[in-house]
């Protein structure tokens, strides 16, 4: 899989980061706050700490693009030669204080 994203990565003149999947599914992607509990099931995600509720593999994804440091566009791409008209980005240093607290690795 690794190397066929890696080819068409290379063709469309895109960029693959390699992210670490530990903590994604229940941290939650507005406060960063991590609870097995927030995980209530496949699908439903709703954190113990602010209340959120979404769609699991939602909030999980959210948490994956921020670990990459990219910017994503309010469309879910990357906005790359794009308008600077784009959803603002969460602080990052308030989530990972968040986790560095919790005795979770920070990458």
């Not at 229940?26 to 706050?33: D, E, F, L, P, T």
């Not at 959803?87 to 990972?96: D, F, G, M, N, Y």
């Amino acid at each position: 899989m690794e190397l066929a994203l890696t080819s068409a990565a290379r063709s469309t003149g895109t960029q693959i980061i390699k992210v670490n999947p530990a903590y994604t599914s229940i941290m939650c992607s507005a406060c960063a706050h991590v609870d097995l509990k927030s995980r209530e099931s496949q699908a439903v995600f709703r954190c113990t700490g602010c209340g959120l509720v979404v769609h699991a593999d939602v909030n999980a994804a959210v948490n994956i693009k921020h670990a990459g440091g990219q910017s994503v566009s309010g469309r879910g791409d990357l906005a790359t030669g794009r308008s600077v008209n784009r959803q603002p980005l969460r602080p990052r240093v308030r989530q990972h204080a968040a986790l560095v607290a919790r005795g979770i690795p920070v990458l």
